[in-house]
């Protein structure tokens, strides 16, 4: 039996456990030996994921550029409306088995992902806004957020 046979069934066995595996990047996933029946594994692969940074808080805040000054004023007006406590940054996964899928967001606390410019994820709790740095230049893409806020502000 060869070795990335071995690994795919490994990693089957942990996932119907429930175990979330993490592999490393310089090899390749045991993904590409996995039979074509294992239809299961390949709808896994096509729901969004997450890495999370540390923190807590029900809005969940990804984009490039989180860290730059110029995009600092923007971000921290915003987190001062949905309060500061209330946010926590992150990534989109490139792998779909790292992170944390989006079936389980909501019992990690996250209620909205507010995606500035990534990859525009097809989900109803993602919310696809510009990226930031045309959020910084541009008042109209500013007023485009604050409206698409509005309504998410207003249930709560």
């Known amino acids: 039996m060869s070795a990335a046979r071995t690994d795919a069934e490994r990693l089957r066995r942990l996932?119907?456990?429930g175990v979330e595996v993490w592999l490393r990047r310089?090899?390749?996933a045991p993904d590409a030996a996995l039979?074509?029946?294992d239809e299961s594994h390949r709808a896994a692969a096509d729901v969004p994921r997450i890495r999370l940074a540390p923190g807590r808080g029900r809005w969940l805040l990804l984009g490039e550029g989180t860290e730059r000054p110029d995009c600092r004023a923007l971000l921290d007006d915003l987190r001062g409306l949905l309060g500061a406590e209330a946010c926590r940054?992150?990534?989109w996964s490139d792998s779909p088995e790292s992170g944390v899928a989006a079936e389980d967001?909501?019992?990690r606390g996250i209620e909205w992902v507010l995606d500035f410019g990534g990859p525009g994820a097809a989900h109803p709790a993602v919310l696809n806004l510009p990226r930031l740095d045309e959020l910084t230049a541009s008042a109209e893409a500013r007023k485009r957020l604050w409206q698409a806020l509005r309504p998410l502000l207003e249930t709560d």
């Open 105 to 107: 967001w909501a019992e």
């Open 15 to 17: 996932r119907a456990l």
């Open 89 to 91: 940054f992150g990534q």
């Open 26 to 28: 310089d090899r390749p």
């Open 35 to 37: 039979p074509a029946e």
